[in-house]
């Protein structure tokens, strides 16, 4: 299935169109058939009206004369009919039956004994021209004079198959009747879709796909500029200009949701870094005066629980106010070079008087649009808590139109399988003696979050935890 809306609507209309012209087309070519199997009935039976006419007259002809008659037919150039007189019915090979051929059969073989009145011997079969004999002999077309019967009995080069009717005359005599159906009925197939309906059906699909099109495009655009717009959003940048409302109803009503929305979460940020400004000058200031009266106390066991106590305070401010400084970073979005955000995060282990603990492999294939210093904590986040648990960094990176993907990993031992994502949570240590306020991850993830991305955590079979950082672009 397409992922876009326009390649869906598309899809779903072809089906539906085919689906339709294509049962309009059976119902069109069952009744054209049926129509024209009832002309043919009503043309064989035509015939057989004919043929009744020649065999009577032939029955009013003394013995002696029916040659001599066959005899000018033929001088003449023939007739309608190939008539010939047997001494014995000729054995051919017959058509497979059809339909078609089954129809006209019986309707020529009920109007002859109907027309012929007394019990009548006679035979009614379809022969190809190539099979086709005609006189006791045996002979075939091409063997007579063309004059004779050739001209009747083929239409190069279709040579549509031959109707041959025997009637039995009387003792040792055969009236052999050979002739064509007219048209449109000679060749006796059944015709499939006319190549006019053929036409018609891929005009009407293409224009049809053609104005779904545009109009599924038409109301696909105001979608595109929301998603741009929540696109921005997510990133934190602020928007040039009011989105333009457009297309159907519907989506004009969600544009001004999200545009009310948009509103409401500028508004939250705004309040929310206000309120931890306060914060931090609020805290601050009584951590401090805290600290001056600890320091006066004679108890020097008093003093040093108090001191704890202050310590363990003033790590928990400065964690809270430092995720929320390296979270929420008001940048400008704009074209960021990743080679070379990470050739200067590994830079000072590259250079002669790094330890080489840190190795790159592979690059961007193009600059992506983000926050330049956001992405640089980020990666560079993902690189130290490498560094800090693991001793080394190997760094892998794969690019493609759709995303860019870093894969960091280290020779550490890795993260049981349980806490994958509590090591994302403020705070959380995995051992009591690690350093720091344990908000790398959890800092790393928002700021891949916020450009729409993902970080995420495996465990490497041999050794090692492998840190994924995926960024849509």
């Known amino acids: 299935m397409p992922r876009s809306l326009l390649g869906r609507m598309l899809l779903l209309t072809l089906l539906v169109v085919l689906l339709a012209q294509g049962l309009s087309s059976l119902i069109w070519v069952s009744q054209l058939r049926a129509t024209q199997l009832e002309g043919l009935v009503t043309t064989a039976r035509s015939l057989a009206h004919s043929m009744s006419a020649s065999v009577s007259y032939f029955r009013s002809l003394p013995l002696a004369y029916r040659p001599m008659v066959l005899e000018q037919l033929r001088s003449m150039g023939g007739t309608r009919f190939v008539v010939s007189l047997n001494n014995r019915p000729l054995d051919m090979q017959v058509l497979p039956p059809t339909v078609r051929k089954t129809a006209v059969i019986q309707a020529v073989d009920s109007v002859l004994r109907e027309s012929l009145g007394a019990p009548v011997d006679l035979s009614v079969q379809f022969v190809s021209p190539q099979d086709l004999r005609i006189f006791n002999s045996g002979l075939a077309l091409d063997e007579l004079p063309r004059s004779w019967a050739h001209y009747s009995l083929t239409l190069e080069p279709v040579n549509p198959p031959v109707l041959v009717t025997q009637i039995r005359l009387g003792e040792g005599e055969w009236l052999y009747i050979a002739s064509l159906l007219p048209e449109p009925y000679t060749s006796l197939e059944e015709e499939g879709l006319p190549a006019q309906q053929w036409w018609f059906i891929l005009l009407t699909s293409s224009f049809l796909l053609l104005f779904i099109g545009l109009l599924v495009h038409w109301q696909s655009r105001p979608l595109k500029r929301l998603a741009r717009a929540a696109r921005e959003l997510s990133l934190g940048a602020e928007p040039e200009e009011p989105e333009v409302e457009g297309g159907g109803s519907e989506v004009i009503e969600v544009s001004r949701a999200f545009t009310a929305m948009r509103e409401r979460i500028s508004r939250y940020l705004t309040e929310r870094s206000q309120l931890f400004s306060a914060i931090s000058h609020d805290l601050r200031t009584p951590i401090t005066r805290l600290r001056l009266r600890v320091e006066l106390l004679e108890?020097?066991?008093?003093?040093?629980?108090?001191g704890r106590d202050l310590d363990e305070l003033e790590l928990l401010v400065k964690g809270a106010l430092q995720c929320v400084k390296d979270t929420d970073i008001h940048e400008n979005i704009e074209p960021v070079d990743l080679n070379h955000v990470l050739d200067c995060l590994i830079e000072p282990f590259l250079s002669p008087g790094g330890d080489g603990r840190v190795t790159l492999h592979g690059g961007a294939w193009k600059p992506y649009p983000g926050k330049p210093l956001a992405l640089k904590r980020c990666m560079g986040n993902l690189i130290d808590?490498?560094?800090?648990?693991?001793?080394?960094?190997?760094?892998?990176?794969?690019?493609?139109?759709?995303?860019?993907?870093?894969?960091?990993?280290?020779?550490?031992?890795?993260?049981?399988?349980?806490r994958l994502e509590k090591v994302f949570e403020p705070h959380f240590r995995l051992s009591g003696n690690q350093q720091g306020y344990g908000l790398g991850l959890g800092i790393a993830r928002n700021i891949a979050h916020s450009h729409g991305g993902e970080v995420s955590l495996r465990n490497l079979p041999e050794r090692g935890l492998r840190v994924t950082l995926y960024l849509p672009r």
């Open 299 to 306: 108890d020097e066991a008093l003093e040093a629980k108090f």
């Open 385 to 418: 808590n490498a560094l800090k648990y693991g001793d080394r960094a190997h760094l892998h990176v794969e690019d493609d139109p759709k995303a860019f993907i870093l894969h960091v990993d280290d020779e550490g031992p890795g993260v049981p399988a349980l």
